[in-house]
């Protein structure tokens, strides 16, 4: 029997004696391994665009959602949300927050559906950077400033659009 891509019915048994080749493995393979490698690299395409196209926005409304959370990452197709509890809004919870939103970005393709992550608790064992501390100071004292509006359907509260660095 030759090395072609003959196919034998899964019900075709034996033939002298032996097993009959199914030959599928020799002509399928190659296509698999094609398809394989195209949808890794449109997977990688993806997860390289994904957070580029989304916008980043700092966020503290007026009333908390009813979460045990200093903040939380809300991730959905085309937008991203940092949540700031209004009570913990300092450096180091916003830090914390762009930090999950970075690792976020990394380990996973743009959510299709939307993607929620609260953040209860946190520590920075080596402190944060001065120079850190005193831009993300600034940020958050433009939150405070920014006039009351509309967090979309979290009510009253103050938002900007997050530009990294």
């Known amino acids: 029997m030759s090395n072609t891509s003959e196919v034998t019915p899964l019900g075709a048994g034996r033939r002298n004696g032996r097993a009959r080749s199914l030959?599928?493995?020799?002509?399928?393979?190659?296509?698999?391994?094609?398809?394989?490698?195209?949808?890794?690299?449109?997977?990688?395409?993806?997860?390289a665009q994904a957070p580029a196209d989304a916008q980043v926005f700092l966020a503290m409304p007026a009333?908390?959602?009813?979460?045990?959370?200093?903040?939380?990452?809300?991730?959905?197709?085309?937008?991203?949300?940092?949540?700031?509890?209004?009570?913990?809004?300092?450096?180091?919870?916003l830090a914390m927050a762009l930090q999950v939103l970075a690792t976020a970005r990394r380990s996973a393709l743009s959510p299709g559906r939307?993607?929620?992550?609260?953040?209860?608790?946190?520590?920075f064992p080596d402190g944060i950077a001065e120079e850190e501390q005193r831009r993300?100071?600034?940020?958050?004292?433009?939150?405070?400033?920014?006039?009351?509006?509309?967090?979309?359907n979290l009510g009253p509260g103050r938002w900007m659009r997050y530009s990294e660095r």
């Not at 993300?136 to 979309?152: E, T």
């Open 136 to 152: 993300l100071g600034g940020l958050l004292a433009q939150l405070q400033r920014r006039p009351l509006s509309s967090v979309g």
């Open 114 to 123: 939307g993607q929620m992550i609260p953040i209860t608790g946190f520590v």
């Open 63 to 93: 009333t908390f959602p009813d979460l045990d959370a200093r903040a939380v990452v809300l991730r959905e197709p085309g937008k991203e949300i940092v949540l700031l509890h209004p009570d913990e809004a300092n450096p180091e919870a």
């Open 23 to 47: 030959g599928v493995a020799h002509s399928v393979a190659p296509a698999f391994a094609v398809l394989l490698l195209a949808a890794m690299g449109l997977v990688s395409a993806l997860a």
